[in-house]
Structure formats: structure tokens, C-alpha cells
């Protein structure tokens, strides 16, 4: 049988958990989807799903290969496009993803502009504050803020940010402004549990880093809910600095222990494509990257190497 043939019959097998619901996906007879999947673990030489009366899962070396079969299915599917010619103008679906904040404050504004520019293209977004997984979730592109995991997609390097603690003045009035980490002993503090997750704060000044614990008054689940306490007077809180950029610029907040941030945290463009690249991916980056470098909040002069990490995005959460 064909190689590509067999890939596509077991990723679809897999991915629905059963020979008959990978039949009804492929529009085949369960009975020569089953010769499909035996016909490659043979040609392979091990058992890639465990079958049970009920459910079919892969088993490890399956996991493996389902990893490595997604990749090739979507790289023959880019070669397919170059090559009959879809590559030349941006269409069809995207899907981009980012941290909630960060989308709403500067993705959002780069997909209209892109929309804008290609009418025939569909952009979904997937705006959470954790790590997507690009393969299992479909994303095309998305930015990432902090060291990159190992990885197979491709990072572009567009700017940095830090942690900053920050505060309204009428509070740093009342208060005042605390001087060091362990200051904030005697501070009304705002945690958002996204940028801070727990409840020991480490700071960093020369090279040396400080750790103190800390008990907020309020616990966000979003970085939306903390600065707008601490807009209000509530405590202090901590932030990362494009969160709370225009609330620096207008004055409604100020940083505090400015000299204990620690190091600048990369912000990435990142995408799975490879050397095939469609033309919507290609195009989204290009604006995406340029948007991002021009914008003062991430700081300018970001690095412009486009580096391949090197393992599998997938194998991570």
C-alpha cells in the first residue's frame, strides 16, 4: 500500500480512538482500515494501538510515530499547495493563538489590519495564558512571552518584557514605596495567578536573587482583574510591563522596586511552517513581526535570526 496512505489511515484511527470512527472519517470500510493499520505496524515491525472491545489507544511507539505522522501529513499538504500554485495569495483559515492580555492588546489589532489587507482569509484565535500545544490544537501561529521550550516550530525573536511591581500614587502615598522585596511584608499586595502562581515572590538585584513570601488581600485569576485593583488603590501587584504600559504612560500606575525586576523575558512570533510555507502564514508573520519590533511597550531592537529548536512542541503541555 502506499506509505502516505497508511500515515493518513492510523493518524485518523488514532486521533478518534477506533477503527470504525477512522473508517467513517476517511469515507472507508472498517475492514480495510484494519488492513491499513496492520499493514504498517507489519512494515514497521511494532505494535503501534492496543485494541480492545471497547477502545483503541496507541501505545508508546505509537505515540511516537503519531507525533512524526502529523508532521509529514502537513508537510506533504504545504509541498502539495506550493506546487500547484496556492501559495500566491493569502486564503482560507488561520488559526493564531497568544497569552489573553497580550492578544487583546496586540494581536487583535494586527488580525484586523491583516484582515483588512486579505479579505479571502478566516482568523481564529485561541487567546489563553498557558502553553499551546500547536499540533494537537491546530494552531498556524502564535507569540509566546519567556524562554522557549524545545521545539520544532520556528521562533522569531520581536522584543522583551520584565516583571514589574507597580502601584497607583494615592496608594504609594498612603503606603509608601517600598525600598526592597522584603518591604512588601508591610504592603497591601495583588497577585495575578498567572504571573504569579505562587505565593513565594523571587526578585533579582546583581546577580542575586531574593525570595520572599507574601499574603495578597486579592487573588486574581486574571491578569485584567489585578491591575485594575491595583488601579483602584487596592496594593501593589505584579505585572508584566506591556500589561500595564498604558497605565504607566497615562500615569494611573508606577513601578516600584525597579532594581529588583530580574532579567528581561523574550517575546517570540512563533510557527510550525517549514520551508513550504503558505502564503497566509508567511504574510501573518511578516505584519505580525513587524507590528511587534515597531511597538516601544516590547522594546526595540529585537534580535531578526529566525531559529529551529530542536525537539517536538507537542511533547510538551
Request: net charge neutral; charged share 20%.
Amino acid at each position: 500500500m502506499d506509505r502516505f496512505h497508511l500515515l493518513n489511515v492510523f493518524v485518523a484511527v488514532a486521533e478518534v480512538g477506533s477503527f470504525a470512527g477512522g473508517a467513517r472519517r476517511l469515507n472507508m470500510s472498517p475492514p480495510a482500515v484494519t488492513r491499513a493499520v496492520v499493514a504498517l505496524e507489519e512494515r514497521l515491525g511494532v505494535r503501534l494501538l492496543t485494541r480492545t472491545t471497547r477502545v483503541v489507544r496507541v501505545t508508546e511507539a505509537g505515540a511516537r510515530y503519531l507525533e512524526d505522522a502529523r508532521r509529514i501529513m502537513i508537510e506533504m499538504e504545504e509541498a502539495d499547495a506550493a506546487a500547484a500554485g496556492v501559495n500566491a495569495t493569502p486564503r482560507g483559515p488561520l488559526a493564531v493563538t497568544a497569552p489573553v492580555l497580550f492578544g487583546k492588546l496586540y494581536v487583535m489589532p494586527i488580525i484586523a489590519e491583516y484582515q483588512s489587507l486579505f479579505e479571502r482569509t478566516t482568523v481564529s484565535t485561541l487567546f489563553v495564558d498557558r502553553v499551546v500545544n500547536f499540533l494537537d490544537e491546530g494552531m498556524d501561529v502564535g507569540v509566546r512571552i519567556g524562554p522557549l521550550p524545545d521545539s520544532s516550530l520556528r521562533a522569531i525573536h520581536v522584543g522583551r518584557v520584565r516583571r514589574v511591581m507597580v502601584g497607583a500614587p494615592a496608594y504609594l502615598e498612603r503606603h509608601g514605596i517600598p525600598l526592597t522585596p522584603h518591604d512588601l511584608a508591610r504592603h497591601r499586595l495583588v497577585a495575578a495567578s498567572g504571573i504569579s502562581p505562587t505565593h513565594d515572590w523571587a526578585f533579582q538585584s546583581v546577580g542575586e536573587k531574593v525570595t520572599v513570601r507574601v499574603q495578597p488581600c486579592i487573588v486574581s485569576n486574571t491578569n485584567d482583574g489585578a491591575l485594575e485593583a491595583a488601579r483602584q488603590g487596592c496594593g501593589l501587584t505584579r505585572l508584566l510591563s506591556y500589561q500595564i504600559a498604558p497605565q504607566l504612560e497615562s500615569g494611573e500606575l508606577s513601578i516600584v522596586l525597579a532594581d529588583f525586576e530580574g532579567p528581561d523575558l523574550p517575546v517570540h512570533v512563533i510557527h510550525r511552517e517549514g520551508r513550504h510555507g503558505s502564503a497566509k502564514v508567511r504574510s501573518f508573520v511578516d505584519l505580525a513581526v513587524d507590528r511587534l519590533r515597531a511597538d516601544k511597550a516590547l522594546n526595540q531592537g529585537a534580535a531578526t535570526a529566525t531559529t529551529m529548536l530542536d525537539m517536538p512542541v507537542s511533547r510538551k503541555t
